[in-house]
């Protein structure tokens, strides 16, 4: 375990908002799991690769980060990887070797802890999809804990570990069940007629395509996508509809045994709508290439995105009277 005192923060969230905090903790394995002593005394933020954080201010308590390296173990198609791990290279490592169900997550910045408890998707696939197991261990008491994949209580960009009440808990190993079976997943309209001969193929082209939407994280801070696509009742569709004919067609949502429909909106086509692609406010803008990412014209604060996200939910929810919520985690 590596300890660090009054720690600037800006290499350590995406976006590159500079902000400083109390104490840094650098979890190196297992063995150093034992927080209590630590946790106990100060108020904990557990940080993965900082991808999806938006620091408003300081951070006065202690900063939890699982050391970046690869950990993983194999148990016939169950892969268990180290939460540390950079999501991006679980996903080679699995295609390296021979073990498929992942590659339409590439790409996606973040540690594979963070993709659990954010239930990260891209491209017609979700984390959930995959995952059988989550293990984790309390701040407060030290103990251990292993999930299900059900109990994991999965859904939009969510999980159990962003409840209320369950934000003791880090994220500590990751069990994914894959395939030894190569079957590409194209059902997400976007990868129609990319190469995918092989699962290596498969995901360089969606690495390609997703950089050809995202800004790149060495060239403009962001925290990905900023709000989440919101789901909407029948009356909000058919409204919306009626009011605008060009509007993408959603995602319709049914849950098992339950009669009623839910449908995702597109939150990018939205904002877009709502004039605000490729706007600036202040050293925040909106990416002129997806109107779904805000990011740092340089040197921005995290008072001028949050400014910036505010004023784009006001205007979409007086432009449509739907309103939009951060994925981004704002501290």
Not at 162 to 167: A, I
Not at 259 to 280: F, Q, R
């Amino acid at each position: 375990m590596k300890v660090y005192r009054n720690v600037p923060l800006k290499e350590f969230n995406t976006f590159g908002i500079a902000a400083r905090a109390r104490r840094l903790v650098v979890i190196e394995d297992d063995v150093d799991l034992a927080l209590s002593p630590f946790a106990a005394n100060h108020p904990s933020l557990i940080l993965g690769a900082g991808s999806d954080t938006v620091f408003t201010h300081d951070y006065n308590g202690m900063v939890i980060m699982l050391e970046q390296k690869t950990l993983v173990t194999v148990d016939g198609c169950n892969v268990r990887a180290w939460a540390g791990m950079r999501m991006d290279d679980l996903v080679q490592w699995t295609l390296d070797n021979g073990l498929y169900g992942l590659e339409n997550l590439s790409a996606i910045p973040g540690t594979v802890g963070a993709a659990a408890v954010q239930n990260v998707g891209a491209y017609g696939v979700e984390a959930k999809d995959s995952i059988v197991s989550v293990e984790t261990i309390s701040l407060g008491s030290s103990k251990r804990h292993r999930y299900t994949g059900d109990e994991c209580h999965f859904a939009y960009r969510t999980s159990r570990f962003k409840e209320p009440g369950n934000g003791d808990e880090l994220v500590v190993w990751v069990t994914f069940a894959l395939s030894r079976e190569y079957v590409p997943n194209l059902s997400y309209t976007a990868l129609e007629g990319l190469p995918h001969a092989t699962a290596q193929e498969l995901r360089e082209a969606i690495t390609d395509l997703r950089w050809q939407k995202l800004p790149r994280p060495e060239e403009h801070g962001s925290a990905g996508s900023f709000f989440k696509n919101p789901v909407v009742d029948e009356a909000t569709y058919q409204r919306l509809k009626a009011e605008h004919p060009d509007m993408p067609a959603p995602h319709a949502i049914t849950q098992p045994h339950c009669p009623i429909v839910t449908y995702k909106l597109s939150a990018g086509w939205l904002i877009d709508c709502a004039g605000w692609k490729g706007k600036t406010m202040g050293r925040a803008g909106v990416w002129p290439k997806n109107a779904l990412v805000l990011y740092n014209t340089g040197g921005c604060t995290g008072e001028e995105v949050m400014a910036l996200a505010k004023a784009i939910q006001d205007d979409v929810t007086a432009k449509f009277g739907v309103t939009l919520q951060p994925e981004a985690i704002i501290i």
